[in-house]
């Protein structure tokens, strides 16, 4: 069972999806607009976050910008605008997955399943694997053990997914990995979003990190193929 925060204003449509989610065993906490669900979010701190974009008081994607900067939280975004920019929009800002209106309460229900199974699989990642490698570089500290990340004596907060994706390439370096295998490995073999999902997340690492001339620049890309992490001469 999880505990779900559900941000929609449509009422009928928030009380239909309340009671799938419930049936399916989650406890989930309504919010019919911007400002309420991330206080709520704020107080509760939700196992899972399901988003629509359209709402009032604040705009869904405004919503998703503030908890991207304060919670390490995942969230399904639901939206009526089904435009590919709209959907790499949200994917880009932090989402984890989204469903596009209209849509069916099964298939709703399915995507949440398999998104906590994609998140029981990072978690896993991040309390056995992580746990026996910390890497401590001259201008870079991954600890797993406290989920931290700290840039050139900066600390730097990332979400659980960004975490992941860094620690894995860090973990593995000189090596090229796919955005497929990327998807994959950090993402799940359910995950139904596209490669561009690997390039929006690796590219907020690198600005978290501090951009060129910061270790944003262990991050390399080759067109075509995939990203792998440097590690410089000298460093174990």
């Given at each position: 069972?999880?505990?779900?925060?559900?941000?929609?204003?449509?009422?009928?449509?928030?009380?239909?999806?309340?009671?799938?989610?419930?049936?399916?065993?989650?406890?989930?906490?309504?919010?019919?607009?911007?400002?309420?669900?991330?206080?709520?979010?704020?107080?509760?701190?939700?196992?899972?976050?399901?988003?629509?974009?359209?709402?009032?008081?604040?705009?869904?994607?405004?919503?998703?910008?503030?908890?991207?900067?304060?919670?390490l939280?995942?969230?399904?975004?639901?939206?009526?605008?089904?435009?590919?920019?709209?959907?790499?929009?949200?994917?880009e800002?932090?989402?984890?997955?989204?469903?596009?209106?209209?849509?069916?309460?099964r298939?709703?229900?399915a995507?949440?399943?398999?998104?906590?199974?994609?998140?029981?699989?990072?978690?896993q990642?991040?309390?056995?694997?992580?746990?026996?490698?910390?890497?401590?570089?001259?201008?870079?500290?991954?600890?797993?053990?406290?989920?931290?990340?700290?840039?050139?004596g900066?600390?730097?907060?990332?979400?659980?997914?960004?975490?992941?994706?860094?620690?894995?390439l860090?973990?593995?370096?000189?090596?090229?990995?796919?955005r497929?295998?990327?998807?994959?490995?950090?993402?799940?073999?359910?995950?139904?979003?596209?490669?561009?999902?690997?390039?929006?997340?690796?590219?907020?690492?690198?600005?978290?990190?501090?951009?060129?001339?910061?270790?944003?620049?262990?991050?390399?890309?080759?067109?075509?193929?995939?990203?792998?992490?440097?590690?410089?001469?000298?460093?174990?």
């Amino acid at each position: 069972m999880a505990r779900i925060l559900l941000v929609e204003d449509e009422v009928k449509l928030a009380a239909l999806i309340r009671e799938a989610l419930e049936q399916a065993g989650h406890h989930v906490l309504l919010a019919f607009d911007g400002p309420s669900g991330l206080l709520l979010a704020r107080q509760e701190n939700p196992d899972l976050i399901i988003l629509d974009l359209r709402l009032p008081g604040i705009d869904g994607l405004d919503v998703l910008r503030a908890l991207r900067r304060e919670l390490l939280v995942p969230v399904l975004i639901l939206t009526a605008r089904g435009t590919e920019f709209d959907r790499v929009l949200g994917l880009e800002l932090g989402a984890d997955d989204y469903v596009v209106k209209p849509f069916s309460l099964r298939e709703l229900v399915a995507r949440v399943r398999a998104l906590l199974r994609r998140l029981e699989i990072v978690a896993q990642v991040s309390q056995t694997e992580c746990l026996e490698r910390p890497i401590r570089l001259s201008d870079l500290v991954i600890d797993p053990a406290t989920r931290e990340v700290w840039s050139q004596g900066r600390r730097v907060h990332l979400t659980a997914r960004e975490f992941a994706l860094l620690w894995f390439l860090a973990a593995n370096p000189g090596r090229v990995f796919s955005r497929e295998y990327l998807l994959d490995r950090v993402w799940g073999p359910d995950f139904a979003g596209g490669e561009r999902t690997v390039d929006a997340h690796i590219a907020r690492i690198r600005k978290k990190l501090g951009g060129p001339g910061s270790p944003a620049d262990r991050l390399v890309a080759y067109w075509g193929v995939g990203y792998r992490f440097e590690r410089r001469e000298g460093e174990r």
